[in-house]
């Protein structure tokens, strides 16, 4: 039981971190919901499951402040209903506010969960409890790519189930392409397509995603980066000031040092940093001391 819960707080850790970004836009896009977010509320059930929720946010709205709750699920939980109506007393009992609670259901398989717990036993004895689900597999392509929810584009190897089946890698590629023709900055681009690869991994297998993914790294090469830009035309600028050549070689390669740090430390291969960067490969096993 240990383990499991200790699974299950990582799982918690990585999907609050992958969908942290995306919150305004699934409360505009999916819920339908007008709001300002105000503070990001806590809830767990240290005494049932020791188990933290996925996202709650204070929010205004029209009708006033809501406690907006968002549960991420990836496979089919016949006990989700006793476990989001905990939640929502939670809420109620600790903030003081309504809940409008979702799940999201992001599994490849299909959707068995139910939305509701209902009992009638008498007027004085009774349940009427429900809360939406929202199945990714039934939202189309073309309905999250014709959007400026960018965010969103993390979801896109998930959704569409039935295109996605039917074209196999091709989907995975055209999500990736969408990704690309973002109207957005080059580091946004990378930070989405990160999540997708991620998320991709619960539809798709592991040779299947590399190979697309691999694309990725041609597509947003380094130097396209206004990061690894900036630090070259400040190296460059520093040599020309001195009015010195050799620092504007200085500056291209501690520019390029620090950019191979940094993806050292997202774990990419010795080979690529070395093609990428064009430092040998000697010199990027030197950063690892």
């Known amino acids: 039981m240990k383990g499991r819960n200790q699974m299950s707080q990582k799982y918690d850790i990585a999907m609050k971190n992958i969908f942290s970004d995306m919150a305004d836009d ?9 709001s300002v977010k105000i503070d990001e509320l806590n809830i767990e059930f240290a005494k049932i499951e020791k188990r933290e929720s996925d996202m709650i946010f204070k929010c205004t709205t029209d009708t006033g402040d809501i406690a907006v709750h968002i549960e991420f699920q990836s496979s089919n939980d016949n006990k989700m209903p006793y476990r989001m109506l905990r939640y929502a007393i939670e809420v109620i009992e600790k903030y003081n506010l309504m809940p409008y609670q979702v799940v999201i259901y992001l599994g490849r398989h299909e959707l068995k969960m139910v939305d509701s717990i209902n009992f009638n036993f008498s007027k004085e004895n009774l349940l009427n409890y429900r809360y939406k689900i929202i199945d990714i597999g039934n939202i189309k392509f073309s309905e999250i790519t014709q959007t400026n929810y960018y965010d969103l584009y993390s979801l896109l190897p998930l959704i569409d189930k039935k295109r996605r089946e039917e074209e196999g890698e091709k989907y995975l590629e055209k999500c990736v392409k969408a990704i690309k023709n973002m109207q957005v900055d080059i580091d946004k681009k990378r930070n989405i397509a990160f999540k997708a690869e991620i ?26 980066s206004e990061t690894y830009k900036m630090i070259i035309e400040k190296g460059i600028k520093k040599g020309i000031e001195k009015g010195i050549e050799k620092g504007i070689e200085k500056g291209k390669k501690e520019g390029k040092i620090a950019v191979a740090k940094k993806l050292l430390e997202k774990g990419m291969d010795i080979d690529e940093i ?15 001391n």
Do not use: D, H, N, P
Request: hydrophobic share 45%; charged share 40%; no cysteine.
């Open 274 to 288: 070395a093609e990428i960067t064009e430092l040998s490969k000697e010199e990027i096993k030197k950063l690892l």
């Open 199 to 224: 998320l991709a991994g619960i539809v798709y297998k592991k040779e299947v995603i590399e190979r697309v993914f691999r694309e990725v790294e041609k597509m947003f090469r380094l130097e396209e």
């Open 26 to 34: 699934i409360m505009s896009y999916f819920l339908g919901l007008t």
